[in-house]
């Protein structure tokens, strides 16, 4: 059964209990979504504010500048949590899963001339230049901190990451978590002067054919448009999960 737990963490699971599942990355402290606590209930708002101390204690021993939190699969915040969200100024956000058998995916008018490659060592600076100005809109602090993540990324063993040329231009990419049932895509991207042609749909056809038999699994933000494109493709909704984050 594929569900959320599915969705490869980035992470060590640092401590785990009838409550919640404790997330760190070392490598990467800036990625709020890698250095998490994942309850496995809903809790009253005062236990929520326990769990709350634990993990802003741990985060603080490490060194950390965020907390943030994910609700288990389908289940919603309680009023009273939200409230408190709202009243201590986190942000809230919707997750939702999707999955497609490659068989299944309906590719609509991709771009016939794009070239595509796992990244080497040769295609690796290409990666990470055209992923730094995907990021630059979150910031350009955060956009430096993460260009050590692809080197990091092209190191992990569990990790794949492709790179589509138009005209020996690089103009997107995608990662790829591969296990023994699912493939995740992670991560796809295409720049912003590109997007539309139909290299998205692309990539997506190139990830079908390295899944084989194997179903394609990813997560989307709920507030966000590609979520339409991934359900027009054919991919299935799995769930959803919330989470909360704020800045220390």
């Given at each position: 059964m594929i569900t959320f737990q599915s969705i490869h963490?980035?992470?060590?699971?640092?401590?785990?209990?009838?409550?919640?599942?404790?997330?760190?990355?070392?490598?990467?402290?800036?990625?709020?979504?890698?250095?998490?606590?994942?309850?496995?209930?809903?809790p009253t708002l005062e236990e929520f504010k326990l769990i709350e101390k634990i993990q802003l204690e741990f985060h603080e021993d490490m060194g950390l500048k965020h907390v943030k939190f994910y609700w288990p699969q389908d289940i919603g915040f309680s009023q009273p949590v939200l409230d408190y969200f709202i009243e201590q100024d986190y942000g809230v956000q919707l997750l939702e899963l999707y999955a497609v058998h490659p068989r299944d995916f309906m590719g609509r008018n991709p771009h016939p001339d794009v070239q595509f490659e796992f990244v080497s060592e040769d295609s690796l600076s290409d990666f990470k230049q055209i992923s730094y100005l995907q990021d630059l809109d979150i910031g350009k602090s955060f956009t430096d901190?993460?260009?050590?993540?692809?080197?990091?990324?092209?190191?992990?063993?569990?990790?794949?990451?492709?790179?589509?040329?138009?005209?020996?231009?690089?103009?997107?990419?995608?990662?790829?978590?591969?296990?023994?049932?699912?493939?995740?895509?992670?991560?796809?991207?295409?720049?912003?002067?590109?997007?539309?042609?139909?290299?998205?749909?692309?990539?997506?056809?190139?990830?079908?054919?390295?899944?084989?038999?194997?179903?394609?699994?990813?997560?989307?933000?709920?507030?966000?448009?590609?979520?339409?494109?991934?359900?027009?493709?054919n991919y299935i909704y799995l769930g959803f999960q919330a989470g909360a984050q704020k800045e220390l």
């Open positions: 963490p980035h992470s060590t699971l640092v401590e785990e209990n009838e409550f919640y599942r404790l997330y760190y990355n070392a490598d990467a402290p800036y990625m709020y979504d890698y250095n998490c606590m994942y309850l496995k209930y809903q901190q993460k260009q050590s993540l692809y080197d990091l990324k092209f190191e992990d063993p569990f990790i794949r990451q492709i790179i589509a040329y138009l005209d020996n231009e690089p103009v997107g990419g995608v990662d790829i978590i591969e296990n023994k049932g699912t493939v995740e895509i992670d991560n796809l991207f295409v720049n912003k002067d590109r997007q539309h042609q139909g290299i998205a749909t692309a990539l997506q056809l190139f990830v079908m054919k390295q899944a084989g038999d194997r179903t394609v699994i990813l997560v989307a933000d709920g507030e966000d448009t590609p979520k339409d494109m991934y359900t027009k493709q």
